[in-house]
């Protein structure tokens, strides 16, 4: 069974930086790409970041560029965001996601390029 949860959810000021995990098992995570994704009430669910099997390629929504970061970590089996300059608007839950597609350095942006994803875990960004 593929099982992905994320933690480092939390209450934090705007300005103030959050580091999101989500730990997979399951499946050789090393071959999927990794992706992460927020919604907030009433939204729909958006595309953050996301990182390819290798590492190698990145791609971020504008809205986060300069200020979240994602990396991976093959031997742990766990992918990363962190999270710097929050601003209220980030409030959301964050899920993570992993690729359906093995092996490629296409970054997958969209809901249903992954199939298995996290239950989330709440990031809260006060004034």
């Known amino acids: 069974q593929v099982q992905l949860v994320e933690s480092g959810g939390g209450l934090v000021q705007a300005g103030g930086s959050l580091r999101l995990s989500c730990a997979v098992s399951?499946?050789?995570?090393?071959?999927?790409?990794m992706g992460w994704f927020c919604q907030a009430p009433g939204k729909e669910r958006e595309f953050v970041v996301a990182?390819?099997?290798?590492?190698?390629?990145?791609y971020y929504a504008d809205s986060v560029k300069g200020r979240f970061t994602i990396s991976r970590d093959n031997a742990k089996s766990t992918v990363y965001l962190q999270m710097n300059s929050l601003k209220p608007e980030d409030t959301a839950n964050y899920y993570c996601a992993s690729g359906s597609d093995v092996y490629t350095e296409v970054i997958p942006i969209t809901l249903r390029e992954y199939d298995y994803w996290g239950q989330g875990t709440q990031v809260t960004v006060s004034s």
């Open positions: 990182i390819s099997w290798s590492g190698r390629t990145t």
């Open positions: 399951g499946r050789t995570f090393r071959r999927y790409a």
